[in-house]
Nanobody
Framework: QVQLVESGGGLVQTGDSLRLSCAPS????????MGWFRQTPGKERELVAA????????YYADAVKGRFTISRDNAKNTVYLQMNSLTPEDTAVYYC???????????????????WGQGTQVTVSS
């Protein structure tokens, strides 16, 4: 059974930092990319950052460049999203997702990701 287990969300203040974690199980991600998406009510899910598992190549949405860092730990089979200088505009439910093997890079379309985590709420107060 494939699972993407997320953790690390919470309530913080403007300027604070959070680190999200995602541990895929039952899934080989070696030839895939992992992405972090976020979604707010009434809006489409948007790609925040992605990383190719083997090469470590990364992609960031313009809104988070310079503030967020995506990384992966091969030994722990875990992908992280370090979020710094958070603002209320970063408030959303954050989802971890696994792209299909050998997929397009960078893949920004949620429909192309095969597996999803349950989502973790990030709330940034002003």
């Amino acid at each position: 059974q494939v699972q993407l287990v997320e953790s690390g969300g919470g309530l913080v203040q403007t300027g604070d930092s959070l680190r999200l974690s995602c541990a895929p199980s039952g899934l080989t991600v070696t030839n895939s990319a992992m992405g972090w998406f976020r979604q707010t009510p009434g809006k489409e899910r948007e790609l925040v950052a992605a990383i190719r598992w083997v090469s470590g190549s990364t992609y960031y949405a313009d809104a988070v460049k310079g503030r967020f860092t995506i990384s992966r730990d091969n030994a722990k089979n875990t992908v992280y999203l370090q979020m710094n200088s958070l603002t209320p505009e970063d408030t959303a439910v954050y989802y971890c997702a696994a792209d299909r093997p050998y997929g397009h890079w960078p893949e920004v379309r949620p429909s192309k990701y095969d597996y999803w985590g349950q989502g973790t709420q990030v709330t940034v107060s002003s």
